[in-house]
């Protein structure tokens, strides 16, 4: 009898045992369940943001087209232009050079216009103002009123292309802010693109018919601006800024996918708008502050107008605008030829900024910089040498063509995209958009001087001549990268201004230190 009881005991601790197993294993499960629906959802709105973030990008990105199409467009523009209206060399070289130098009037009240009305409204007036040019242009019946549309688009470009870059970074993620901050170079290039195929295509049309179309196209792409307002939200520091902290907040959320992230980058951005500091003194204005700047801001300032001033002073918009005319002088005579092989220019362009998307978060902003500047220095020297050795062969003919392929590929891979890059992420809240505004000032102005003076200076030294003396600002940009721009990738914008504080000599020793990987690990 007892050892039945016995036994009777045993099988119901074996199946309270087994019941408790089965309890735990369903607890396991369910949290298996419940850790998986995590995952998923984190994943969800992981994807959610990034498709968000990259939206945004797009939009704000648009105005590039603009420029670029401009760019593209008028390169082919000015031979029907000049045998429409009759202008003369001098006339021509001042209608492509006056869009940049007018543009950087833009991109000065650009910085004040940001701060005061946002970045995404700002965006939207730059479309406006440049509609309103380019309609002008389309129907200017003499030289004097196509000037005027000239003017009225160079300023609503120098908006453009001064806010796109800041409002990108600072509504981008840490982790993407270099590629995505790379999306106006892109739409810039695509731009070229499409001006280009847009010669080429209206070729046919009469002298008097051609290039209006040619220029009236350029509209298309303001109007999908005015959409992308109601899409895209404002930049989470301009409101930080305006004393709009949860709307902050809430735009941060939309664009991050971790919410600890989000706390840690409002705080970041509220101490660099310094609030919450009590015993913080009145400071200076903006622009007394840029004007008598502070040894990292001077720093900051060499970097970001240095950078601007030799992506153009390289030559690039010389080779983009004049390239019909580089041809020409290699050999190629046919008119649609000419234009053909513009495009061949344009698709090269287009493709090497994707590589530079790819690879600006992956390997940084300072190794592209130096292939990009190298190698332009070696195709700058090249096409020197061919335009003034080679004569007008079919093997001139291919090598010019070639180089200059190659230039503007280097150009795209490097120097174009990191430029804006850089200027939109390395100043400090309270200045970035009056900083940048400088900076483009710098682009702008470059620009002009080098299109406004290309054929006057080609017709005095040789077209071979002026790519000589290209090749050698180019070797000096390769120096320039090396002393005064450090490496950017993977911080925040707010651990970049503590970089600046360090100084040149802490960038040669080593470019990004230990402790902000370490931090970015954690993060990752």
Known sequence: MGLV????????????NKYQKMDKDDEFDDELEDSMIKLRQQHTRSSDTRKYVFACAVFASLNSVLLGYDVGVMSGAI??????????????????????????????GGGRTSDAIGRKWTMGLAAMIFQTG?????????????????????????????????????????????????????FINLGILLGYVSNYAFSGFSVHTGWRIMLGVGILPSVFIGFALFVIPESPRWLVLQNRVDEARAVLLKTNDNEEEVEERLAEILAAAGFGNADKTEEKAVWRELLDPSPSLRRMLVTGFGI???????????????????????GITDKTKLLAATVSVGFTKTIFILVAIILIDRVGRKPLLYVSTIGMTACLLGLAFTLTVM??????????????????????????????????????????????????????????????????????????????????????????????????????????????????????RGEVELADVEHLVQKE
């Open 134 to 186: 380019a309609l002008v242009m389309t129907f200017a019946p003499t030289f004097a009123v196509l000037m005027i549309g000239r003017l009225l688009a160079g300023v609503g470009i120098g908006f453009g292309v001064m806010v796109a870059p800041v409002y990108i970074a600072e509504i981008s993620p840490t982790i993407a802010r270099g590629s995505l901050t790379s999306f106006p170079e892109i």
């Open 79 to 108: 031979i029907f232009i000049q045998e429409d209206l009759k202008i003369s060399e001098v006339q021509q070289e001042v209608l492509v050079g006056i869009l940049s130098i007018v543009s950087l009037l833009g991109s000065l």
């Open 308 to 330: 601007q001033c030799f992506q153009q002073i390289t030559g690039i918009d010389a080779t983009v605008y004049y390239s019909p005319t580089i041809f020409r002088d290699a």
């Open 391 to 508: 004569g007008n062969g079919q093997v001139g003919i291919a090598l010019a063509i070639l180089l200059v392929c190659g230039n503007v590929a280097f150009f795209s891979v490097g120097i174009g995209p990191v430029c804006w890059v850089l200027t939109s992420e390395i100043f400090p809240l309270r200045v970035r958009a009056q900083a940048a505004a400088l900076g483009a000032v710098g682009n702008r102005l470059c620009s002009g001087l080098i299109a406004m003076s290309f054929l006057s200076v080609s017709r005095a030294i040789t077209v071979g001549g002026t790519f000589f003396i290209f090749s050698l600002i180019s070797a000096v940009s390769v120096a320039f990268v090396y002393k005064h721009v450090p490496e950017t990738k993977g911080k925040s914008l707010e651990q970049i201004e503590l970089l600046f504080q360090k100084g040149n000599e802490e960038w040669q």
């Open 5 to 16: 009881e016995e036994n009777g005991n045993d099988g119901v601790i074996s199946k309270m």
